[in-house]
């Protein structure tokens, strides 16, 4: 099993998510992006196919083990949040580990660029969370391009519809 301080971490207290539980549900560094002002600097992965990182179950007994370690100690968690340093709707065991994850009856949310918001499986996935937040930078695809240096047939137009469709049933 992967290292529970690598794939669960916190809580820490965010102004949206009150004490939120973070997931590292990929690795360090694979994102869809290669935004100017990344903090993880540019030697990013990138990539805009899904894949497998981490058996789910390893995710979900990594999180359960740290919130029984949390709650032990009388603190409270609002949310469990898939918030890693890179894109989490590149996990294709996405949908698995949110599943297993929400056993253990706490809000569960999920923090993502918006990139693969046009893949209909993504859109399925997210709408099982509790709170999701789709960010973007721009709304004209020039700034975009400048901004978040996207890979290669990502496209904002895509990305822009997407989030109509998925906010229209979520
Ligand atoms: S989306 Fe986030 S992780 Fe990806 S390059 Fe931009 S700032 Fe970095």
């Known amino acids: 099993m992967k290292n529970i301080k690598e794939i669960a971490f916190g809580p820490v ?5 009150g004490r939120s539980l973070g997931v590292n549900n990929i690795p360090p560094k694979i994102c869809t992006y290669s935004c100017v002002y990344c903090q993880l600097g540019r030697n990013l ?14 995710v979900f007994n990594a999180v359960k083990i740290k919130v029984e370690d949390v709650l032990s ?5 609002d949310y469990i949040t898939f918030v890693p340093d890179g894109e989490p709707t590149l996990d294709i065991n996405l949908g698995k580990e949110l599943s297993l994850i929400k056993t253990l009856g706490i809000k569960v949310a999920i923090i993502s660029n918006s990139s693969l918001i046009d893949n209909p499986d993504v859109q399925n996935e997210l709408m099982g969370f509790d709170l999701v937040s789709l960010k973007v930078d721009a709304v004209s695809n020039d700034i975009f391009k400048k901004i978040n240096r996207p890979f290669k047939g990502i496209e904002l137009d ?10 229209s049933s979520f």
């Open 13 to 17: 207290p965010s102004r949206r998510l």
């Open 45 to 58: 992965k990138m990539s805009k196919i899904r894949q497998a990182f981490y058996d789910p179950e390893d």
């Open 73 to 77: 100690r009388k603190e409270k968690i």
């Open 158 to 167: 895509n990305i822009l519809q997407g989030i109509r469709d998925f906010s």
